[in-house]
Every structure is written in C-alpha cells, then in structure tokens.
C-alpha cells in the first residue's frame, strides 16, 4: 500500500476492554489528506472504539498509529488535539452552565493579568473564528440555552480554535433535522475545500452516498475493508455492513384490532426549561395492534414514555389502561395492570448491571407469591423461572448466575425483553427495542413483539429507526412538537418522503383525521 | 476456568493489600520503637501465644478475650452491610451502638424480669431504640434528599450528649467516683459461654446466629433482593415496581436495630454498669469489617476476627513495648485505603482479561473452522 | 433567666465569639467548597484538620515560629488531601472511604503520631508557648468603634485570612483559568477531558487545595482556638462545615453565611452553658442538632422553589 498522502494510518488496531469485550480486532484505518472518509457499521460495530483511541480516549491493546508519517502514542486527547485532530463527539462535550465562548476557550482560555480569565478576548476568538469558517454562534449564550444545531457548530469550533486539521465527527447527523443537516453538509463541503480531512462516522447510507469520497466499514470489531464511495452501490454497502442482503424483514399477518387499551388524552407538559414537550397529545391502542410511533427524537416521544410509566407527572390530562387511571400509580401497582416497558435507556432502566442474569429476570416479580416460601425466596421456582426464561429468549451466557454487565449488547436486551414479555403484559410500550444491537437480536424482539402483538396485546412502539417503525406497525402516528400531525391506519403503503415531511413539521394532518387515532 | 482464575487473583489481590496495610504499620512501628521487634512479636504472635523461656504456647484465654471482642463488631459489621448494599453512607452505626447500649442497660437496672428473659427484652428494646433512631437520617433522604452522610455523623454527636446527658442527670450513681449508672440486676446479665476472665458471653453465639440470619436476609428473602438492587441500580428498582423509598429506610432501621443490638449486648455481656463516656468506636470498626468481607454477611465474622485480633495485638504491643494501641487506627486506615481500592493491582486483572477473550476469540474461530470444514 | 440570656447575647464579645469560631469552619467548608466544585466530595475534612492541627503545633515547636507552624499545616494538609486524591482517583477507592481512612488516622492515628515525634501522650500541653501562638491585630481605626470595633478588631491572623479567603475562592472559581476547569470539571469531565484538559490533574489540585484549607482550619484550631493540640478537639467541625457546603449552594458567599450560622449555634452553646441550671451536655447538641435543621430547612427549600417553579409554568399556560 502506498504511504504518500495518508494523512493517518492505524495498523492492527485491537482493544480488549477490562470486561473482556474485545471491540476491535485487529483493524486496519487509513486516511488521505483531504478527504471526507465515511466510517460506517452498525452500533457495536466497533467504530466509536476506533475513533476514542486514534483521539487518545482509550488505548489499544495492540497495534500502531502513524499520523502524518511520524508514528505515535495518543494517551490522551491533548496528545491527539496537538497531532492536529479535532472529534466532535455523538453527545455533545459542552459545559451546559458556561457561555458559547468560555466552551470554545475551554482548557486555553486566554489571560490577562497574569491569572485572570481575559473574557473579551475569548468572545473575540469566537466571532472571529466563527466568521472563518461561516459557523454562526452566538458567543455570549450559555450552552444550556441554544438549539441543538449550534451546540454541534460550537464542537466544531471548538476543534477548528484548537487547530485540528482532521475531524473526526461521529454521527453528527442523529439529532439533526434535515435542514440542519444539509447546513452541516454545506460547511462540511467548505472545510474539505480549506484542506481539512473529515472522518465521518454514520450507517446512514444516503449521508454517506452524498458526502463522503471513501469509506471503511466496520462489523464485528473488524474492518471490512476499504472502498471508493462513488463505485460502490448501496446494496453492497448494506451487505458488507449487516451481512446479509436483506436488512430486516418481518413476518407479519394483517393486524385484526379489538377493545381498546390504553387511552391517552389531552397530555400536557412543560419541561423545566419552560419548554412544551407534550401538547395537547391524544391516541389509544388497541388489543392485537402494534400502533408506532415515528418523529425526530426530542418531540415529546420519551416525555410521553415516561408519564406512561409515572416516571414523570404530566401537567394535565389523562392516561388509562383498560380504564383504569395510571397517573400517579406507582410501577408495581401499573405492573399490576399488565402494562409492560422495554425502556430506551437500558442500562439505566432496564438492568442492575452487577446483578445477575436471574437476579434481573425477576426483579418486577420477586414478591409473588409462588417464589416465596414464607419470608424466604423459593429458590427452586427462581431458578426454574430464570433458566426458562434463558432458554425462550435464547440468552447466550455461560450460567443464569453470569453478571449482565459482561453480556453483549444484544443479550443485554434480550435480559429486558425477557422480562418484560413474559409477564403476561396487555399493554407493551417498547422504546426503542432493538437500538445498537445486532441483528440476530433485533430480528428475535421484533418477532416476540409481532408475536405478541397477534395473540391480543396491544404494543406502543417507539423508535427513532424509521425503517423500524415502518416495517412493524399496523398503524402509526407521528409526532412532531409534542403533538400528533399524522395518523396512518395502514402502514404497508407508506412513502418514506412523505413520513420526512411529516416528522420535519412541513406537513400536517387535518384534526379529524388526526382524530380517528382514538377510536372513539 | 476464567472464573477460577479471576477468584484466585481477587484472593491474592486480597491478601496483597491486608500485607501491604500491615507493611505501613511495620514501618510506622520500626519509626516509632526503641525496641520495634519486641513490639513487632507482641503484634503479631502475641494474640494467641504465649511466650516464656523461649517456648511457645497457645493462650486460651487470650484467644477467648479476641473472641469476645468480636462480638459487637461482628453486628456493627453487619449493619454496615446492610446499609451500604442499599448504597446509603450512612455513618450513625456508632451512635446507634452507644445509644442501644444506654437504653438496654437501663432495661437491665430499671425493669424487673425473671433471667434469661430479662437480657432478652433489655437487648431487644435497646435494638428498637436504636432502630427507631436511624428513622431520621433515612426520612430526611427519603423525603427530602438530604444527604444521610451529614445528617448522619451529626446525629452520632446528638445521641452521645443525650447519653451522656441523662447519664448525668438522672442515671448517676453517685455513690462511685466514674460517672455511671447503678449495678444492673444479675437477672439482665447475658451469661458467660465460657467461664473466666475473658469475657467471653453468650452474645458470642448469637452473634453468629446473626450471620447466618443477616446472610438469608440479604440473599434469600425479596426484602434483601430489593435493598441490593437498590444498591446496584436505583431507577431500575423503581422502574421494576420495588418500593425504593421504603425499602432505603427499611434498610437503615436494620442497620440500627443491628448496631442498638451490638451495643447492648456488649453491654450487658461485657459490664454489670455503664459506663461509656464517649462514642465506643465500634462503628467505625464495623465499615472495616464491612469493607473486608466486601458487604458479604458470610465473611465478616473472619473480617472481625481478623481485626479484633489486630487490635489485640496492638493493646498488648503498648502494654508491654513502647508503641501506643492507637497504632490500630493506622493500620485500619491503610487497610481500608488498600482493599477498598479497585484499581489496585488491575494491571494483572487486565492481563487475565485480555487472555481470556484471546481464548475464547481462538476458541470461536476454531469452532466456525469446524463447521466450516 | 431569658433577660440574662438577651444580656449575654447582645454583646460585643458575643459577636466577637461568633466570628472566631466560625472562622475554623469556613476555612473547612470553602475546602467543601473548591472540592464539590471540581466534582470530588472530600468527607475527610475532619481527619485533615486534626492532623494539621497536630503538625501545626509540632512544626511551630520545632521552630519556634507560628508562621512555620501554619505552614507545615497546610503542607499536610494539601499532602493528605492529595492521599485521598491518589487512592480515590487512581486506585478507585470509594472517595467516601477514603476520606473515612482519613478521618481514622484523623482520630486515633493522630495519638500514634504525636508519641511517636515528642513521646507524649493525648495533648501537646508542654509544647505551647504563647510566642509560637498564631498573633492577633488590632485594627486601629476600627478598634474605637463601639461594639462594631470591639467585635471586628483583635481577631487572629488567621481569622481576617478566612473571610478574604472567601473572596479570593470566588474569584479563584470565576475569574481563572484554573476556575473554569475546575467548574467545567466537575459539570461534565468527559467534556472537560475531550479539550485536553487533564480531568485528574484538576481534580488532583481541587482536592490539594480542599486539603490546604483544611489544614488551615486545623492550625487555626490547635494554635489559636484552643491554644495546643488534643485528639477529639476538632469534634465535628469538619463534617459540619460539610453541612455548611451543602446549605450554601457549594457558592462561596452562600458557604461564608452558613458557616456564620452554624458559628453563632455553636457561640450560643459557649454562652448558654455558663448559665445556671442549663445542661452543659444538651447545650453541646446545639451546633449539630443546628445543622440537621439547617439541611433539613435547605432541602424542604429546594423541593418548594422546584415545585414553585412548575406551578408558576402551570399558571402561566392556563393565562
């Protein structure tokens, strides 16, 4: 391979983590100067880890980095930032409480003095650099206040102020809108122009398609190669990147709704930030339907999950399972009501990572009365329940005894899943079920849901995966600004263009349309 | 096999640390001593041997008289569990101890009950107290927020003036010269297990008994379950439908009717009065011990051998060599520091890490080979 | 008895008592302070103090010079602050453990170190003279005024250095460099970290300067306050100016004002317990008894502004 203008070389890359997953198995990177190179694979793929270690985040375990010929040890970012390379990260790095221009100075703020901070001057940087690159800001807003299209521009800023020549932006687009990405894309464009090489991390075929001149994608920890971004279709892309030509594919009957289930009307919430996040929001669910719900993330879709399951009091209106008032019900009492969450925040939610498998299966049904002899646990009936529930949901580990903190991703979702599913729920609210996790599992939930969905419960599917969203719902609304602009009784013709339209506010619903999603 | 692997260096991390702390206490010993292997000797051999004319000989009643100093560690030890597998720092162990031993001592002087059942109710009531007490760090977080580690160690400062306050104002026997109550009723004290000066009681067993009970509690029964959970992940509790709040203070009244328990039945296994002035320490032994037997009821017994033996050693080093007991303070100190380290000695845990996956990486591929052939 | 009680609090010297005791518990809680700001809770406040208190009184006997004894103070107490630092930041020992650790050396080990550097035993009684005490100033033109002049002037060194410490911490956190990365730190240290600033080395020198101040509290104890050094004579001081962080939104100013407070309880007891008929016992409860009202006052402050705060959205949406 000729070494002329590769501005970064990463040779035999492998990183075993101290809880023994091995996330990159010795992989290979190499990138031009003055190029935009897509980095791509499914979430766990392997990229994230790739790129904290080429910015000094984490360390290999084997292999060598050589950037600009020379080669190097990145053991932390200043090591990186001052090889020239600028990451903006997936969540944003910024300091919620610190003004645009303290954020950007941030860590070589400029002096006056001898020790003060020279405030003036930190505003002066900002507009000017602000100005360069045509990436406006406004330097003396606190971060915590600005939209999320300029907190992205002010991690550029930041990168470009601290003299990075190679960016490293990992999927910059997932909180954006359209429009903000096609802006991003522009100013991208221009810093190509300027000389700036850009490693664009996404699995966003046509991002990839549009922006990008190379790319290397990623599966499994290990690099499956290198292509050229114009001679390669998408087909192929996609096959390299999931293994597989099909991407998903879900055998679903036509769905035949009965009673309705749960009825959410009139919800109302204001954040703390003065925000609305729910406006006036209303729809049912019915027995045997899987109704989605599709929107750009940050439209109210995790406020609503978490009033379904009093994780959070809306100002008004109100929510009933089969009649029967949920606000305010504490969970065990909404478990009570078979209302099951698969929760978008697993490791948060959904595990005690230092627990075990079993000690997770059973945590919303210890106290019944069938595992407990007098006060103590019936041990025989736990295991019995933990190791069924191992082999239904085809959980890979080495005992019901294995902490779920040294499982995989997917498996850690089949833990969730598990529980949540098998407890006879009526109501399923599932949250972005199959987010970052392979595909193996994520074939295996969506089925469980459909499955589930066709011997009489009813499932509230939310999920940012458009494709997701499509494929499994019978029905689905869509939410934009905490309100529902669009209601589809029947998925199977839907147009993705239209659904943009929608999810991107340019369209909306005449309220009697809107209204037949509750069914009244 | 992995896991076999991963045990033996957790033991071996283990013991590296313990030898490390007492290495600390060497050194401060050698800095400190006229006569540092005389003291050293004294430290370590000196618990349960018996050294005259250069024969060894095992000393029974020393070994007794450590026994016995196990017992109100061993439940603040406990309590120390309990408390913190729910992940609250709460640090009133030590006044819960004062107070349950104030309480059941006054049981014990002031309540007229035939023995065997009279010890009994004295120590039960102390617990009670004790575990009423704890109500009010535990309320304060649950309902408030506020933290349970200040409100904690203020309320330690609280229960000793209240002691001592009634201790002097009411309890006095004026008659001695020290400051303390009247003679309990020998009905109320908890009998010898073995006879002589080792004050070795009956409450050496049911301490044990305890063990055996906390160790169900906390694995074997749903209240255990919830307050580890608690511990490990506490949205996941709330999101499981566990009463989180309920179960925060549940846990701390357990720490204190654990801790009043210890209190009172040192007392009244140790005493036939009482007399403490100040806050007697076993709290702050009992986190050790907890830290030891890393929260485990099984293991703290062996944790607060470990350390009532130490803490003998220490005495008999500044009985009879120049080095004050206080030293056990230090070498507390390091081995808390040591043991509670996780990241000590991680280097080698890495390597095993990364080997393991190497084999099971091998191991997988020789399996695809297989299929593939 | 409550008109002889108004007569001794409506005094110069009572507010003259107020001032220096709370000065111990500011140095300590603007210790709290820096550390919370740069994420890192430092329980070990209390052993610090003690064992500066300790070094403090050896330092200023070995050379007989009180400046050298406050000095060496604050030397032990930045290297046992950077001890807490190394093994809960390196070593990943619970930081509450490891201040725990410290408080234990804080406690019995302080015994341990005194005999093994002056072979005495419990107090450092012999080892003080007046001229290795830390000197007080007379403020001549405020001196005159009455009552004002008597309680303000004739402070300690140490004193006058506790409040103008509180104004050199705010500025510190607000108007450097170090600040910002300390606050920026503590707010969010992987961001913090992905500009390169080094996350331990901040966190490092926030606990160094925690432990400093703290080591200051407990020179002010043993050569000022209490005029040579005993074990137990720091009594809490240090988890109550804990209370005091907490109370004062982790905010200077606010902290100066708490500590104040807990200052005036804990002069309330000094003055109440020369009373006849009082407990000198249920007296000494005030300060503590003082702070678990104070956090319990904060939080119950807290939950209503939070709920204010809604209720004021609420009816802002339904005008």
């Known amino acids: 391979m000729e070494n002329d203008n590769f501005i970064i070389q990463m040779k035999g890359i492998s990183k075993v983590y101290p809880n023994g997953i091995a996330a990159n198995r010795n992989v290979d990177f190499f990138v031009k100067e003055g190029e935009i190179h897509a980095l791509m694979g499914e979430n766990g793929a392997g990229k994230s880890t790739l790129m904290k270690i080429l910015f000094g985040l984490e360390q290999p375990t084997e292999g060598e980095i050589i950037i600009n010929g020379e080669e190097v040890s990145l053991t932390s970012p200043s090591d990186a930032i001052s090889r020239g390379i600028g990451m903006v990260h997936q969540h944003f790095m910024l300091i919620p409480s610190l003004t645009v221009a303290e954020n950007i100075v941030l860590g070589m703020a400029p002096i006056k003095k001898g020790i003060l901070i020279d405030y003036k001057k930190a505003v002066q940087i900002t507009e000017e650099v602000s100005q360069k690159y045509n990436l406006n800001v406004n330097p003396n807003a606190k971060v915590m206040d600005i939209p999320v299209g300029m907190k992205q521009k002010v991690e550029i800023l930041k990168a470009l102020v601290r003299g990075a020549n190679i960016l490293i932006l990992d999927e910059p687009t997932a909180v954006l809108t359209t429009q903000e990405t096609s802006e991003l894309f522009k100013e991208l464009i221009i810093l190509k122009q300027l000389g700036y090489t850009i490693i664009f991390i996404s699995h966003k075929l046509n991002e990839i398609k549009q922006i990008t001149d190379r790319l290397t994608i990623m599966r499994g920890g290990k690099s499956m190669g290198v292509y050229e971004t114009a001679s390669t279709s998408e087909q192929e892309i996609s096959r390299l990147m999931v293994g597989r030509d099909v991407i998903l594919n879900v055998e679903k009957d036509k769905s035949q709704p009965t009673e309705t289930v749960l009825k959410v009307r009139n919800l109302e919430y204001t954040n703390k930030w003065n925000k609305k996040m729910l406006d006036f929001l209303s729809f049912s669910v019915r027995q045997g339907e899987i109704l989605g719900i599709a929107g750009v993330e940050g439209n109210g879709q995790r406020e609503l999950v978490e009033m379904l399951f009093n994780l959070n009091t809306p100002d008004s209106g109100t929510i009933t399972v089969n009649g029967v008032n949920i606000i305010n019900l504490p969970q065990d009492k909404i478990r009570d009501n078979r209302v099951s969450l698969i929760p978008e925040d697993r490791m948060t939610y959904g595990i005690a990572d230092a627990a075990s498998i079993e000690e997770n299966v059973i945590s919303d049904r210890y106290t019944e009365k069938h595992f407990n002899n007098g006060p103590l646990f019936d041990m025989k009936m736990i295991h019995k329940e933990s190791d069924k529930l191992i082999k239904n949901y085809a959980i890979l580990c080495k005992s019901r005894k294995q902490q779920v903190k040294m499982l995989s991703g997917g498996n850690i979702q089949k833990v969730v899943v598990a529980r949540e599913l098998s407890s006879d729920p009526i109501l399923i609210i599932a949250d972005q079920p199959t987010r970052g996790i392979d595909v193996g599992s994520t074939e295996f939930i969506r089925n469980k849901l459909v499955h589930l969905s066709r011997a009489g419960a009813a499932v509230l599917l939310v999920s940012a995966d458009l494709n997701e969203v499509m494929e499994l719902s019978d029905s689905l609304i869509v939410l934009y600004g905490g309100k529902v602009v669009a209601y589809f009784d029947d998925t199977s013709a839907l147009d993705d263009t239209v659904m943009g339209e929608y999810m991107l506010g340019l369209k909306h619903q005449s309220p009697e349309e809107i209204e037949r999603v509750c069914h009244e | 096999m992995s896991n076999r692997r991963m045990l033996v260096f957790n033991i071996l991390r283990g013991a590296a640390a313990i030898f490390l702390a007492l290495g600390v206490g060497f050194i401060f010993i050698v800095l400190s001593s006229d006569e540092p292997l005389n003291a050293l000797r004294y430290l370590l051999i000196g618990p349960v041997f018996r050294i005259r004319d250069g024969v060894l000989s095992f000393n029974t009643t020393s070994f007794q008289t450590i026994l016995a100093a196990m017992i109100p560690t061993i439940f603040t030890g406990l309590a120390v569990c309990v408390m913190f597998s729910a992940s609250q720092f709460n640090l009133a162990g030590e006044g819960a101890v004062m107070l349950g031993g104030f309480v059941g001592a006054l049981c014990a002087i002031y309540l007229n009950i035939p023995g065997w059942i009279h010890p009994v109710v004295c120590v039960l009531i102390g617990a009670a107290v004790s575990g009423l007490i704890m109500l009010i760090p535990a309320l304060l977080k649950v309902k408030l927020g506020a933290s349970e580690l200040v409100t904690s160690l203020m309320l330690n400062y609280i229960i000793m003036f209240i002691v001592l306050h009634f201790l002097n104002y009411y309890f006095a026997d004026r008659s001695k010269g020290a400051t303390q109550t009247f003679s309990f009723q020998p009905t109320a004290q908890i009998p010898a297990l073995i006879e002589g000066s080792s004050k070795l009681s009956w409450g050496f067993i049911v301490a044990l008994i305890f063990v055996v009970i906390v160790a169900l509690f906390m694995y074997r029964t749903k209240w255990g379950y919830a307050i580890r959970m608690i511990g490990i992940n506490q949205p996941f509790s709330k999101y499981s439908g566990m009463k989180v709040g309920a179960t925060i203070i549940l846990s701390q009244v357990i720490g204190g009717i654990l801790s009043g328990m210890g209190g009172s039945i040192e007392v009244l296994g140790r005493y036939n009065t009482y007399l403490w002035r100040e806050l007697p320490g076993y709290g702050w032994t009992g986190i050790t011990i907890a830290i030891l037997a890393k929260n485990n009821p099984i293991f703290i017994p062996f944790a607060a051998l470990f350390i009532a033996y130490l803490d003998k050693g220490c005495q008999l080093m500044s009985t009879y060599s120049d080095v004050p007991s206080e030293m056990i303070d230090i070498i507390q100190a390091a081995i808390f520091l040591f043991f509670a380290a996780e990241q000590f000695l991680a280097k080698y845990r890495q390597k095993i890490v990364v080997k393991n996956s190497r084999l099971e990486m091998e191991n997988n591929n020789l399996s695809q080979e297989g299929r593939n052939a | ?319």
């Open chain 3, 1 to 319: 008895m409550f008109e002889q009680f108004l007569d001794t609090i409506l005094k110069a010297d009572f507010l003259f008592s107020i001032i220096r005791i709370t000065a111990p518990i500011l140095f300590a809680a603007l210790g709290a302070v820096v550390a919370e700001k740069a994420g890192v809770v430092n329980i070990g406040l209390e052993g610090i103090m003690s064992i500066s208190a300790l070094f403090g009184v050896l330092f200023s006997y070995w050379t007989q010079s009180w400046l050298v004894g406050v000095l060496g103070a604050l030397v032990v107490g930045v290297l046992l602050g950077l001890l807490i630092g190394f093994f809960a930041l390196k070593l990943k020992t619970d930081i509450i453990l490891a201040g725990i650790a410290v408080n234990m050396i804080g406690g019995g080990g302080t015994i341990f170190l005194l005999y093994m550097f002056t072979g005495m035993r419990g107090n450092t009684g012999a080892l003080v003279s007046q001229n290795i005490l830390i000197p007080t100033i007379n403020i001549p033109l405020i001196k005159s005024i009455p009552i004002l002049g008597e309680s303000i002037s004739g402070h300690s060194v140490l004193t006058y250095l506790a409040f103008i410490l509180v104004f050199l911490i705010a500025g510190l956190l607000y108007k450097t460099s170090l600040g910002l990365n300390i606050r920026a730190v503590g707010e969010n240290d992987q961001a913090a970290q992905s500009v390169g600033i080094s996350v331990l080395r901040i966190k490092y020198i926030a606990i160094g300067i925690s432990g400093a101040l703290a080591g200051l509290g407990g020179a002010f104890m043993s050569m000022y306050y209490s005029q040579g050094w005993n074990s137990g004579m720091i009594a809490g001081r240090g988890f109550i100016a804990l209370a005091a962080q907490a109370m004062g939104r982790t905010e200077p100013i606010g902290t100066m004002l708490s500590s104040l407070l807990f200052g005036f309880a804990q002069a309330l007891r000094t003055k109440v317990s020369g009373l006849q008929g009082v407990s000198s016992y249920l007296v000494s409860l005030i300060p503590y008894v003082f702070t678990i009202v104070g956090l319990v006052l904060y939080a119950i402050s807290t939950t209503k502004k939070v709920h204010k705060y809604r209720q004021t959205q609420a009816e802002a949406v339904e005008a």
